[in-house]
């Protein structure tokens, strides 16, 4: 399942990097998020609870932040499971600012399986897509 997005930000490159690197502000923005906690640079253990449709389940997540070119450019993996399935997914994430103001572009795949793949198969493009433009409205609003 490819994922797209892309954001305006009214803020230079520097600080809206300086805010998706933080983790507590990760923690607070990304969607369904119980816990998150620094495992690595750069790297940390989250759980998270997810639904699709009547389908809601909890999962740990692993969430890696590679590839960093400050304030331009990073990879985003995820990885997680739990009882009702996984979630795989890798995001590029680009940052590019005029005059102050910065245009964020994600392209990602996610791949999901198991309980919540089978029955919301259908709704499972749109709830991606609502969670990323949801966390960038929270990301948003925290510069």
Known sequence: MEVTGSYTFNA????VWEVFMDPET????????????AVDDNVY?????IGVGPVRGSYNARVSLLDQDPPRSYRMRLEGNGPLGFVNGDALVNLEETDGV???TVRGDA?????????GQRMMGSV???TMDRMMSCLRESL
């Open 102 to 104: 910065t245009v964020v």
């Open 128 to 130: 991606a897509q609502t």
């Open 111 to 119: 791949q999901v399986g198991g309980a919540v793949a089978r029955v």
């Open 45 to 49: 253990q989250a759980t998270v609870t």
């Open 26 to 37: 990760l923690g607070r923005c990304l969607p369904g998020v119980n816990s998150i906690q």
């Open 12 to 15: 230079p490159a520097a600080r």
